[in-house]
Each structure stands twice: as C-alpha cells, then as structure tokens.
C-alpha cells in the first residue's frame, strides 16, 4: 500500500501523523509513505531580487524544518517512507503526487474551518477531496 501523507507542519499535520503511525496495524506490513510539504512560490519581485539559488535554497529550509520532525518520528516508528518537498500550489501538488505515485490512499491534517471560513478563505483539505482520484483521510 502506498501513502500520500501531505504534511504542512501545523499541529494539525501532528495529529494526523499520530493517527497514521496509532493504526498502522490496519496497513499492509509493505506499506510506504511518501510525506509531501509544498511550499507555495515566492511572489516574482521577491523571487527576482533573491535570484534562483537563493530562492531554491529558502524552499529547501523551509520544507526542512518541516520535515526533519516527520522524518525522526517515523523513523522512531519503523516506516518505510520517502519525503518529497515541492514548490506550487499545494491542493495541486498534492493531487499530482498522488496520481504520479499511484497512491491508495492521501492522508492529512485539517484544520477545520466551518463551511464559511472554507468558503472565504479556502481549503487545501477541501480541494484536495474534490480534484482527487484517491481516496483521502482528513485528521481533525
């Protein structure tokens, strides 16, 4: 089974990895996650006055600082895994790499905003249910 395990750093993301490594008895024993963190781009005035190598170089920290914990938290647990850190819009990305895997199953965090904050401010989480042809688990 392969997992899609989208992953923004909120405690949000905290709670549905918990969930995810608390009932890893119902996953197949050749289970892999493949954890996703996007960042969204820099705006091109910024992107511009850092220049690409800077640019490339803040994505790659920022998606660390999310994933280093991931990474010794799964570790700790015993899963095979892979991270992915990615630059885009995340609803997008995260759709895509679930296709491009061939994923079972998307599983993430969500922060739960009632039906109008969803609808003035947006969800990845809802997004990502309505564009995808995987089947996803949202944490609350």
């Known amino acids: 089974m392969k997992i899609v395990f989208a992953a923004d750093g909120s405690s949000f993301t905290k ?13 197949a024993h050749d289970t892999e996650a493949v954890v996703v963190h996007v960042q969204p781009p ?26 280093r914990p991931i990474r010794r938290f799964l570790d700790r647990h015993g899963w095979r895994y892979r991270c992915e850190p990615l630059v885009g819009a995340p609803a997008k990305e995260i ?5 491009e895997e061939r994923a079972d199953l998307v599983v993430m965090g969500t922060h739960g ?13 809802q997004r990502v249910v309505a564009e995808s042809d995987v089947p996803v688990l949202l944490v609350k």
């Open 42 to 67: 820099l705006p091109d005035p910024i992107k511009r006055t850092l220049g690409k190598a800077d640019a490339l170089a803040f994505y790659a920290e920022e998606s660390e600082k999310v994933l």
């Open 95 to 99: 759709v895509r790499i679930a296709r």
């Open 113 to 125: 905003h009632s039906w109008l904050g969803a609808a003035v401010m947006g969800s990845v989480a």
């Open 15 to 27: 709670k549905a990895l918990a969930h995810l490594v608390t009932h890893q008895a119902g996953w």
